[in-house]
């Protein structure tokens, strides 16, 4: 099966195991899945190493880590194309948690797009279920 992974969850597989659900890792340690990443992801990556000492003790230089995500851990990039931008332009946003962020209404939206599971622990985005977010949920206990 096919499984679009939100961008923490890519760190948390990578570096912070302990962090992902009993479901969540045994569907991304289970290598008969094919695990994708939203371009989008790739971008909030580069930004967070710049900005967040945390991300840049797991890799040293943004490129690396952008190499890693393919090379190591064998997830698929995938773009974000227009279909993916008019179902953002549709898409309801989650006003009453002032969800306001982009990257994760692209995320979403290829999701629905594409009609992949989201594997994301972000508390908002249940909100997008009904707008058809087929949300596998990391919320730890």
Do not use: C
């Amino acid at each position: 099966m096919r499984y679009l992974i939100d961008t923490h969850i890519f760190v948390w597989y990578a570096n912070e195991q302990d962090n992902l659900t009993r479901d969540v890792a045994a569907i991304v340690f289970n290598y008969e899945n094919e695990l994708l990443m939203s371009m989008e992801s790739v971008k909030e990556l580069v930004v967070a190493y710049r900005t967040k000492p945390q991300i840049r003790k797991y890799w040293a230089s943004p490129l690396k880590m952008i190499d890693s995500i393919q090379r190591q851990y064998g997830i698929r990039i995938v773009q974000p194309d227009m279909e993916v931008m008019r179902t953002m332009a549709k898409l309801e946003i989650n006003v009453e948690e002032e969800h306001n962020d982009p990257s994760d209404h692209v995320i979403i939206s290829q999701a629905i797009t594409m009609r992949l599971p989201l594997i994301s622990g972000d508390h908002k985005f249940p909100f997008y279920k009904r707008q058809g977010l087929d949300l596998i949920y990391n919320g730890k206990e």
